[in-house]
């Protein structure tokens, strides 16, 4: 099999990058004073770190395969919502961090403000919908630096796996939210270089312009009559923006800030950046497919950085993937310790008491025993999101509007969200994306439109989206009147 790097190259700067991040984290660990400094440090985050911090984190190594990968199907739109999708969070916590600041000057997580508006029913949901899409988002992380490993080093998934979670549990378990923050830093100027790097050199590498190149071998990628562009586009907005909104990695952020100015800069800033960002990797899917129609389209992006083998840009890769994956790694692991810090009697009576750390600690690590499990079987990284994503898509509408609204009860809020989340799994595709369970299985596909059978992604997402706000404004319509 074809490979870019040697095994020991690949291993030698991985062991490099985990050491040095590994150090940081024992330098800084003593720094942590208590379970509330371990999950939102000091809340005295300036404006330079806060961004970096949510810039890092957000950017995870799903960034170097997923929208390059959407758009060789999805063409521009995918590219455009994807890009939106990523950045809107950022925007809507502009709006909601301040009010929830506000509510909870000592906050520590989401779940408590869902936990007083709508009571533990509500809460215990939200938790599961939570706690599944952070997994699922470790597991696509840790899958994605695995696969990154195998493509360029023939290196066998579990190795990458096992690697990049002792490194990250190493150092996150001991220095908590804080050193979270400061590696953070250091990855988000690796991410930024890079990725800048990778623009000038794959644009110069063309010998016409990338949009003549588009517009002459795969026009139909930029067409405005191309449905998939469309349909795509609404797609990963609503479920990137709306899983987004649930990230406990956001929220820590959110009530780590040391004021409402330096947190509303900083999100604004974050966000466009991660748009940028976002945007250029899909684009380079386009390019990609535009050079070579039978691309991969997991691997589009290396595709155009590594036709020449240049040892310079292969490490360059490495460095910009594992300080993606770190990034994102340890704000996951973190966020769900957080979680279950917090809520730990919610989930059962037994995780509480003086020492729940400990108790986080061993469910992490059995957490993080299953995603190696799962990681070593190279699963789509695509298809894990969006199954996470559709959890989530179920309750943003109703939690978030219930924020607003106290018309809408406890009781309701439970038979909304559950009502998305049948309506989307119903729709919601198999990983052929040619059935679901509702279409091809309980009915057969020849008794759906077309526009069903071949959008069925978009289908579900909007359903999960749509039940519950049309259950909601009637909902809200009937008290108005009453």
């Known amino acids: 099999m074809e490979t870019y790097i040697s095994v020991e190259s690949s291993l030698t700067i991985i062991t490099i990058i985990g050491l040095f991040f590994i150090i940081l984290g024992y330098l800084n660990s003593k720094k942590v004073t208590n379970n509330k400094n371990y999950i939102v440090g000091n809340r005295d985050e300036d404006k330079f770190s806060l961004t970096a911090s949510l810039t890092a984190s957000a950017l995870g190594a799903w960034v170097l395969f997923g929208p390059a990968s959407a758009a060789t199907w999805g063409g521009i739109g995918a590219v455009i919502g994807y890009s939106l999708g990523a950045a809107a969070p950022m925007l809507f916590l502009y709006n909601f961090g301040p009010k929830i600041r506000k509510e909870f000057p000592k906050g520590l997580t989401l779940t408590e403000f869902i936990k007083k508006r709508f009571g533990e029913g509500i809460l215990k949901i939200s938790l599961f919908l939570i706690l599944f899409y952070l997994i699922i988002f470790l597991i696509a992380e840790v899958t994605a630096i695995a696969s990154l490993l195998n493509f360029l080093s023939n290196i066998p998934l579990w190795i990458t796996s096992g690697i990049t979670l002792i490194i990250c549990l190493l150092y996150i378990l001991k220095g908590g939210f804080r050193l979270s923050i400061i590696t953070d830093k250091y990855q988000f100027i690796f991410i930024i270089i890079i990725i800048l790097l990778s623009l000038f050199y ?14 002459k071998n795969s026009p139909n990628l930029l067409d405005q009559k191309y449905i998939p562009n469309y349909t795509a586009g609404l797609t990963f907005f609503i479920a990137v923006a709306a899983t987004n909104l649930f990230h406990q990695g956001n929220w820590q952020r959110v009530f780590s800030a040391k004021d409402n100015s330096i947190l509303k800069e900083s999100l604004f800033y974050s966000s466009i950046i991660i748009f940028l960002t976002v945007f250029w990797m899909g684009y380079t899917g386009l390019i990609s497919y535009s050079l070579n129609s039978n691309v991969m389209p997991d691997l589009a992006f290396f595709d155009l950085l590594l036709d020449k083998k240049n040892f310079i840009i292969v490490i360059a890769v490495l460095v910009l993937a594992l300080s993606l994956t770190l990034s994102t790694i340890d704000t996951l692991i973190n966020a769900i310790s957080s979680l279950i810090i917090v809520n730990g009697k919610n989930i059962s009576q037994h995780i509480s008491g003086k020492d729940i750390k400990i108790k986080t600690n061993s469910i992490i690590l059995i957490i993080c025993l299953i995603v190696f499990i799962l990681a070593s079987k190279g699963y ?11 959890f989530c898509c179920a309750g943003v509408i109703t939690i978030f509007y219930g924020f607003f609204n106290k018309k809408i009860s406890s009781n309701f809020a439970h038979f909304s969200i559950l009502n998305g989340l049948l309506f989307g799994i119903l729709f919601f595709p198999s990983t052929d994306f040619q059935s679901s369970i509702l279409v091809g299985n309980l009915i057969s596909a020849t008794l759906f439109n077309s526009f069903i059978t071949t959008n069925l992604l978009f289908i579900s997402f909007a359903a999960s989206i749509i039940v519950p706000l049309i259950m909601v404004l009637v909902y809200s319509l009937r008290n108005s009147f009453r």
């Open 202 to 215: 794959i644009l110069n590498n063309l010998n016409i312009s990338s949009l003549d190149l588009i517009n």
């Open 380 to 390: 789509s990284i695509l298809y894990l999101f969006l199954l996470a994503d559709l």
